[in-house]
Protein backbone atom coordinates (compact mmCIF):
# COMPACT_ATOMS: atom_id res chain seq x y z
CA UNK A 1 0.00 0.00 0.00
CA UNK A 2 1.04 3.49 0.23
CA UNK A 3 1.76 5.56 3.18
CA UNK A 4 1.88 9.06 3.48
CA UNK A 5 2.57 11.15 6.54
CA UNK A 6 1.93 14.85 7.17
CA UNK A 7 1.26 16.68 10.34
CA UNK A 8 -1.98 17.23 11.49
CA UNK A 9 -2.29 20.64 12.62
CA UNK A 10 -0.30 23.46 12.22
CA UNK A 11 -0.46 27.14 13.39
CA UNK A 12 0.84 30.29 11.92
CA UNK A 13 1.40 33.86 11.97
CA UNK A 14 -0.36 36.31 9.63
CA UNK A 15 2.66 37.51 7.24
CA UNK A 16 5.47 35.01 8.78
CA UNK A 17 5.95 31.83 6.12
CA UNK A 18 4.98 28.10 6.96
CA UNK A 19 6.53 24.69 6.20
CA UNK A 20 3.72 21.92 5.73
CA UNK A 21 6.56 18.58 5.36
CA UNK A 22 5.06 15.08 3.87
CA UNK A 23 7.03 12.08 3.90
CA UNK A 24 5.56 9.23 1.89
CA UNK A 25 6.42 5.22 0.98
CA UNK A 26 5.24 4.19 -2.36
CA UNK A 27 6.21 1.95 -5.00
CA UNK A 28 5.77 2.84 -8.70
CA UNK A 29 5.80 6.74 -7.92
CA UNK A 30 5.42 9.22 -10.72
CA UNK A 31 4.82 12.64 -8.63
CA UNK A 32 2.94 14.45 -5.91
CA UNK A 33 0.77 16.83 -5.83
CA UNK A 34 -0.70 19.65 -2.98
CA UNK A 35 -4.16 20.50 -2.90
CA UNK A 36 -5.83 23.19 -0.61
CA UNK A 37 -9.22 22.19 0.77
CA UNK A 38 -10.79 25.01 2.91
CA UNK A 39 -13.87 23.60 5.32
CA UNK A 40 -16.94 22.35 3.61
CA UNK A 41 -15.10 22.84 -0.25
CA UNK A 42 -13.86 20.54 -2.66
CA UNK A 43 -10.21 20.55 -3.04
CA UNK A 44 -8.28 22.73 -5.14
CA UNK A 45 -4.93 22.27 -6.95
CA UNK A 46 -2.11 23.42 -5.89
CA UNK A 47 1.17 22.21 -7.44
CA UNK A 48 2.66 19.04 -8.99
CA UNK A 49 6.11 17.79 -8.94
CA UNK A 50 7.71 15.19 -10.52
CA UNK A 51 11.96 15.84 -10.66
CA UNK A 52 13.42 16.83 -7.77
CA UNK A 53 13.75 20.33 -6.28
CA UNK A 54 11.89 23.56 -5.42
CA UNK A 55 8.76 24.46 -7.89
CA UNK A 56 7.67 28.07 -7.38
CA UNK A 57 4.69 29.67 -7.60
CA UNK A 58 3.87 32.85 -6.30
CA UNK A 59 3.44 33.04 -2.39
CA UNK A 60 3.51 28.88 -2.77
CA UNK A 61 6.55 27.27 -3.90
CA UNK A 62 7.13 23.10 -3.32
CA UNK A 63 9.68 20.99 -2.64
CA UNK A 64 10.56 17.11 -4.03
CA UNK A 65 13.43 14.79 -3.08
CA UNK A 66 12.19 11.49 -4.71
CA UNK A 67 15.18 9.62 -3.00
CA UNK A 68 14.22 10.48 0.93
CA UNK A 69 10.61 10.47 -0.45
CA UNK A 70 10.16 13.73 1.19
CA UNK A 71 8.06 16.77 0.11
CA UNK A 72 7.01 20.40 1.59
CA UNK A 73 5.05 22.93 0.98
CA UNK A 74 5.97 26.74 1.30
CA UNK A 75 3.63 29.31 2.13
CA UNK A 76 4.95 32.96 2.07
CA UNK A 77 3.33 36.30 3.49
CA UNK A 78 0.71 33.92 5.07
CA UNK A 79 -2.88 35.38 4.98
CA UNK A 80 -5.96 35.09 6.71
CA UNK A 81 -7.30 33.24 4.12
CA UNK A 82 -5.18 30.55 3.62
CA UNK A 83 -6.38 28.95 6.74
CA UNK A 84 -7.20 25.19 5.37
CA UNK A 85 -6.45 22.21 5.27
CA UNK A 86 -3.25 21.35 2.99
CA UNK A 87 -3.60 17.69 1.54
CA UNK A 88 0.02 15.84 0.44
CA UNK A 89 -1.32 12.83 -2.97
CA UNK A 90 0.66 11.00 -4.38
CA UNK A 91 0.43 9.55 -7.75
CA UNK A 92 1.74 6.09 -8.81
CA UNK A 93 1.55 3.17 -11.03
CA UNK A 94 -1.04 -0.23 -9.92
CA UNK A 95 -1.65 -2.43 -12.39
CA UNK A 96 -1.25 -0.22 -15.29
CA UNK A 97 -3.23 2.61 -14.37
CA UNK A 98 -1.93 5.71 -12.40
CA UNK A 99 -3.46 6.50 -9.07
CA UNK A 100 -3.70 8.83 -6.64
CA UNK A 101 -3.89 8.64 -3.33
CA UNK A 102 -4.39 11.34 -0.42
CA UNK A 103 -2.93 12.04 2.99
CA UNK A 104 -5.03 12.99 6.01
CA UNK A 105 -4.06 16.92 5.38
CA UNK A 106 -2.81 19.19 7.48
CA UNK A 107 -4.86 21.62 9.24
CA UNK A 108 -3.41 24.97 9.15
CA UNK A 109 -4.84 27.90 11.25
CA UNK A 110 -3.77 31.33 10.65
CA UNK A 111 -3.56 33.56 13.25
CA UNK A 112 -3.47 37.66 13.67
CA UNK B 1 -13.82 28.78 -10.12
CA UNK B 2 -13.87 25.07 -10.75
CA UNK B 3 -15.24 23.98 -14.09
CA UNK B 4 -16.45 20.60 -12.92
CA UNK B 5 -19.98 21.37 -12.04
CA UNK B 6 -21.68 18.83 -9.88
CA UNK B 7 -25.80 18.63 -8.73
CA UNK B 8 -27.20 18.74 -6.62
CA UNK B 9 -24.99 20.68 -3.91
CA UNK B 10 -26.84 18.74 -1.12
CA UNK B 11 -29.53 15.80 -1.05
CA UNK B 12 -30.69 13.86 2.12
CA UNK B 13 -32.20 10.57 0.77
CA UNK B 14 -34.14 7.50 3.40
CA UNK B 15 -32.46 4.43 2.99
CA UNK B 16 -35.50 3.10 0.57
CA UNK B 17 -34.78 6.00 -1.65
CA UNK B 18 -32.97 6.38 -5.18
CA UNK B 19 -30.95 9.06 -6.23
CA UNK B 20 -28.67 10.31 -8.66
CA UNK B 21 -25.59 12.31 -8.32
CA UNK B 22 -24.65 14.13 -11.59
CA UNK B 23 -21.16 15.47 -12.51
CA UNK B 24 -20.08 17.29 -15.73
CA UNK B 25 -17.33 18.96 -17.53
CA UNK B 26 -16.43 21.09 -20.49
CA UNK B 27 -12.86 20.86 -20.92
CA UNK B 28 -12.56 18.17 -22.95
CA UNK B 29 -11.34 15.59 -20.46
CA UNK B 30 -11.37 11.79 -21.11
CA UNK B 31 -11.22 10.67 -17.49
CA UNK B 32 -13.21 10.78 -14.90
CA UNK B 33 -13.97 9.61 -11.35
CA UNK B 34 -16.05 9.38 -8.28
CA UNK B 35 -14.13 10.18 -5.05
CA UNK B 36 -15.85 9.92 -1.33
CA UNK B 37 -14.87 11.94 1.22
CA UNK B 38 -15.72 11.10 4.88
CA UNK B 39 -15.75 14.57 7.67
CA UNK B 40 -11.73 14.95 8.41
CA UNK B 41 -10.36 12.16 6.31
CA UNK B 42 -9.15 12.70 2.51
CA UNK B 43 -11.07 12.06 -0.54
CA UNK B 44 -11.30 7.82 -1.11
CA UNK B 45 -11.52 7.11 -4.83
CA UNK B 46 -14.61 4.85 -5.81
CA UNK B 47 -14.63 4.77 -9.83
CA UNK B 48 -12.24 5.93 -13.07
CA UNK B 49 -13.93 6.04 -16.40
CA UNK B 50 -11.53 6.37 -18.95
CA UNK B 51 -12.64 7.16 -22.70
CA UNK B 52 -16.12 6.82 -21.03
CA UNK B 53 -15.03 2.92 -19.66
CA UNK B 54 -15.13 1.92 -16.29
CA UNK B 55 -11.48 1.68 -15.77
CA UNK B 56 -10.92 1.26 -12.05
CA UNK B 57 -14.07 0.24 -9.24
CA UNK B 58 -11.99 -0.14 -5.93
CA UNK B 59 -14.37 -2.34 -4.69
CA UNK B 60 -17.44 -0.22 -4.19
CA UNK B 61 -20.54 -1.75 -2.82
CA UNK B 62 -23.13 -2.38 -5.55
CA UNK B 63 -25.62 -0.01 -4.19
CA UNK B 64 -23.65 2.43 -5.80
CA UNK B 65 -23.69 2.09 -9.36
CA UNK B 66 -21.71 4.89 -11.86
CA UNK B 67 -22.54 5.65 -15.44
CA UNK B 68 -20.81 7.92 -17.91
CA UNK B 69 -23.03 8.35 -20.92
CA UNK B 70 -20.66 10.79 -22.90
CA UNK B 71 -17.23 11.77 -21.87
CA UNK B 72 -18.16 15.34 -20.34
CA UNK B 73 -21.03 13.44 -18.33
CA UNK B 74 -20.65 11.32 -15.01
CA UNK B 75 -23.50 10.29 -12.88
CA UNK B 76 -23.19 7.97 -10.04
CA UNK B 77 -27.03 6.45 -8.84
CA UNK B 78 -27.66 5.25 -5.34
CA UNK B 79 -30.03 2.97 -4.16
CA UNK B 80 -30.87 1.26 -0.54
CA UNK B 81 -28.13 3.32 1.23
CA UNK B 82 -26.71 3.09 4.46
CA UNK B 83 -26.40 5.93 6.98
CA UNK B 84 -22.57 5.30 7.35
CA UNK B 85 -22.73 6.19 3.16
CA UNK B 86 -23.15 9.99 4.66
CA UNK B 87 -19.94 11.52 2.72
CA UNK B 88 -18.70 14.32 0.75
CA UNK B 89 -18.84 13.00 -3.19
CA UNK B 90 -16.73 14.49 -5.28
CA UNK B 91 -16.75 13.96 -9.03
CA UNK B 92 -13.10 15.08 -10.85
CA UNK B 93 -11.85 15.15 -13.89
CA UNK B 94 -7.86 14.84 -15.73
CA UNK B 95 -7.30 15.38 -19.39
CA UNK B 96 -6.03 11.67 -19.48
CA UNK B 97 -6.28 8.52 -17.60
CA UNK B 98 -2.81 6.27 -16.98
CA UNK B 99 -0.61 8.99 -17.75
CA UNK B 100 1.91 10.00 -15.14
CA UNK B 101 1.28 13.69 -13.88
CA UNK B 102 -2.41 14.33 -14.54
CA UNK B 103 -3.38 16.84 -12.63
CA UNK B 104 -7.00 16.51 -11.18
CA UNK B 105 -9.73 19.01 -11.34
CA UNK B 106 -12.52 18.71 -8.86
CA UNK B 107 -15.70 19.85 -8.29
CA UNK B 108 -17.35 21.46 -5.76
CA UNK B 109 -18.97 18.05 -4.43
CA UNK B 110 -22.74 17.02 -3.54
CA UNK B 111 -22.90 16.45 0.01
CA UNK B 112 -25.18 13.37 1.08
CA UNK B 113 -26.74 12.55 4.30
CA UNK B 114 -28.70 9.27 4.88
CA UNK B 115 -31.49 8.91 7.04
Known amino acids: GQNIDQPTEMTATEGAIVQINCTYQ??????LFWYQQHAGEAPTFLSY????GLEEKGRFSSFLSRSKGYSYLLLKELQMKDSASYLCAVSYDSGGYQKVTFGTGTKLQVIP | DTEVTQTPKHLVMGMTNKKSLKCEQHMGHRAMYWYKQKAKKPPELMFV???????INESVPSRFSPECPNSSLLNLHLHALQPEDSALYLCASSQHHGFAGNTIYFGEGSWLTVV
Open chain 2, 49 to 55: YSYEKLS
Open chain 1, 49 to 52: NVLD
Open chain 1, 26 to 31: TSGFNG
